[in-house]
C-alpha cells in the first residue's frame, strides 16, 4: 500500500510538472526563434506590463544555405483583439523560409488598445527590419508586410500610410523609411465603411463609434496613392466574416494609381484558411505559390 502510494505521488508530481512545462511552452511559442523587442525601455502609448503590452517580433531565419536576403513582416490576424499565431504566424514564417525568405512574425498590440497604436508597430517593425538589415544579412530593398483578416488590414495600413525616414531623429530606427517595398495582404479587412466593413475589427481599432473622418482615414481603398508599394491580394467568394469585396476595392484603387497589384479570388474557402492546406484541400491552396511567382515577378526575390 505505502508503495502504491508513493508511485501515485511520485505519478502526480510528473502531471504537475508536464502541466508547468506544457504552460509554458505554449506561451513561449517556438522557443527556438528569437524576441526582437521594438522599442529600448516602454514603447509609446503602454498601458501595461503584460505580454500584450510590449510589441514585440519573433526573427525566423531563413536557412543559411538558401537565404536570399529578403525579409517579410507577418501580421497574423485576428480582428484586433487576438493572434492567430499557428495558422497565421508559424505556419507562414516556415513557409517562407522554404523559400529562403526571412521572417518576422509581428506581435502588436491590439484592443484595447486602438488607432494609431497597431499600425505604430507595424510600421515600427519594417524599420527596425531595415535599420538591422546588415545584421541579419537582409537586402533594405527587398522588405515585404504580410498579413491576414485584421493583420491583412494593419499590413494595408503600413503600406499605404506608412511613414517616411526622419534623419533628423534621434532614434536611429526612425531614420529609416517604414515603407514596406511590397505588400500581401490576405483576406483582409480593408474598408471601414458599412456595409462593406468587419464590424468587429472596426470596433475593437476605432472604438465604438468612431469620429467618420477616422472611419474614412482608416478605409484604405480610399488612401492608396502612386507611392503606394506593390501588392499581391487574397481572398474567397465563401468568405462570410470579411467580404471579398474589400480586396476588390482595394485592387480597384491601386489599379487607378497605376500601382503593381495581382488579385486572387477563389469560388471556395471559409474566412481564416491561412496557407489553406488544412483538410479537404481547396483550390485556394495554390495561392502560396502564385504569391512567391509574384514576388519573384516583381524583383523581391531571386529565381
Request: aromatic content about 8%; glycine content about 10%; charged content about 20%.
Amino acid at each position: 500500500m505505502k508503495q502504491r502510494n508513493r508511485i501515485q505521488r511520485i505519478l502526480v508530481g510528473v502531471v504537475c510538472m508536464y502541466s508547468i512545462f506544457g504552460a509554458w511552452a505554449q506561451d513561449s511559442g517556438h522557443p527556438e526563434y528569437e524576441r526582437v523587442l521594438l522599442w529600448e525601455g516602454d514603447p509609446p502609448g503602454v498601458m501595461g506590463t503584460t505580454n500584450d503590452d510590449i510589441p514585440f517580433m519573433l526573427y525566423c531565419p531563413a536557412p543559411e544555405k538558401s537565404a536570399t536576403g529578403t525579409a517579410i513582416v507577418v501580421c497574423p490576424g485576428g480582428g484586433y483583439a487576438n493572434l492567430a499565431m499557428d495558422h497565421e504566424g508559424y505556419q507562414i514564417a516556415e513557409w517562407l523560409n522554404g523559400h529562403g525568405i526571412t521572417a518576422f512574425i509581428l506581435h502588436y498590440r491590439r484592443a484595447p488598445y486602438r488607432h494609431p497604436i497597431p499600425s505604430m508597430d507595424a510600421m515600427r517593425a519594417v524599420r527596425t527590419v531595415r535599420a538591422r538589415a546588415e545584421d541579419w544579412k537582409i537586402d533594405p530593398g527587398r522588405i515585404g508586410i504580410l498579413g491576414f483578416s485584421a493583420g491583412g488590414h494593419l499590413t494595408a495600413t503600413a503600406a499605404i500610410l506608412h511613414g517616411g525616414p526622419n534623419p533628423g531623429a534621434e532614434d536611429p530606427i526612425d531614420r529609416v523609411s517604414a515603407r514596406p517595398d511590397f505588400a500581401v495582404p490576405c483576406y483582409p479587412v480593408i474598408s471601414m465603411k458599412d456595409p462593406v466593413a468587419h464590424a468587429g475589427s472596426r470596433q475593437n481599432l476605432l472604438g465604438e463609434n468612431p469620429d467618420p473622418a477616422l472611419v474614412e482615414r482608416m478605409s484604405l481603398e480610399l488612401q492608396v496613392t502612386s507611392d503606394t508599394p506593390p501588392m499581391f491580394l487574397l481572398h474567397t467568394s465563401e468568405d462570410q466574416a470579411v467580404s471579398a469585396l474589400n480586396s476588390v476595392q482595394l485592387y480597384a484603387a491601386l489599379i487607378e494609381h497605376g500601382v503593381p497589384a495581382e488579385l486572387h479570388i477563389f469560388m471556395q474557402g471559409k474566412h481564416g484558411l491561412g496557407l489553406g492546406t488544412k483538410e479537404p484541400v481547396l483550390p485556394m491552396a495554390a495561392w502560396p505559390d502564385l504569391c512567391i511567382a509574384w514576388i519573384k515577378a516583381i524583383g523581391m526575390l531571386p529565381g
